[in-house]
């Protein structure tokens, strides 16, 4: 079992960048990662995933403005967001699964551990 939990959400303007973290019980090395968000009303949607090799993959949605990284001596996962727009507005969730990260890393039911979210408000 692994604990998450996430940092650095807040309000900022469109077009601002914001980095947020999620801190892991256990070293990130050991799983397969993700970031997820969702807004009130609609489901929890992959945001970018992160396989144990540094393969990594994004939704349509962020692809050029986010970037997911980890840093295993920390135990930490990690979210740059540049050139966030109102539409990023979310809870953010990170996620962690053990076994192959070989099957899509933006799918919310490949993961088992979660955590409790940080919130993202953009406004222009």
């Known amino acids: 079992q692994v604990q998450l939990v996430e940092s650095g959400g807040g309000s900022v303007q469109a077009g601002d960048s914001l980095r947020l973290s999620c801190a892991a019980s256990n070293p990130v090395s050991w799983y397969c990662m993700g970031w997820f968000r969702q807004t009130p009303g609609k489901e929890r949607e992959g945001v970018a995933g992160s396989d144990r090799n540094g393969g990594t993959t994004y939704a349509d949605s962020v692809k050029g403005r986010f970037t997911i990284s980890r840093d295993d001596a920390k135990k930490t996962l990690y979210l740059q967001m540049n050139s966030l727009k109102d539409e990023d507005t979310a809870m953010y969730y990170c996620?962690?699964?053990?076994?192959?990260?070989?099957?899509?890393?933006?799918?919310?039911?490949?993961?088992?551990?979660w955590g409790q979210g940080t919130q993202v408000t953009v406004s222009s």
């Open positions: 996620a962690a699964a053990f076994g192959s990260c070989w099957s899509s890393l933006l799918e919310r039911s490949k993961y088992t551990y």
